[in-house]
C-alpha cells in the first residue's frame, strides 16, 4: 500500500539506519532525526529542524517513531 504522505522514515535496519524517502526516492540512511532534518533541508526544506522533523504530520514513521533508531 502506498503512503499518502510525501515523508516515510522505514524502520530501523541491523545498524539501527532508517531510510528517507521523499516523494517515492529513496535519500539514503539517517541515524538519528538530525539526519532526517538534513536530508529534508537536501530536498528543499532548507528551514526544518530536528523539533519540524519529529511534529510533523508530513512524516510517516514506519515501525516505530523518531526516538528509535536501534533494531
Known amino acids: 500500500m502506498a503512503s ?4 516515510v522514515i522505514y524502520p530501523p535496519d541491523g545498524d539501527g ?3 528517507v524517502r521523499v516523494d517515492g526516492t529513496i535519500l539514503g540512511l539517517a541515524y538519528s532525526v538530525k539526519d532526517v532534518a538534513a536530508f529534508l533541508q537536501e530536498a528543499g526544506l532548507q528551514d526544518w529542524d530536528e523539533m519540524d522533523v519529529v511534529r510533523s504530520g508530513m512524516i510517516e514513521w514506519r515501525g516505530s517513531g523518531p526516538d528509535d533508531w536501534a533494531t
Do not use: Y
Request: net charge positive; proline share 14%; glycine share 14%.
Open 4 to 7: 499518502t504522505v510525501p515523508v
Open 17 to 19: 539506519g532508517r531510510r
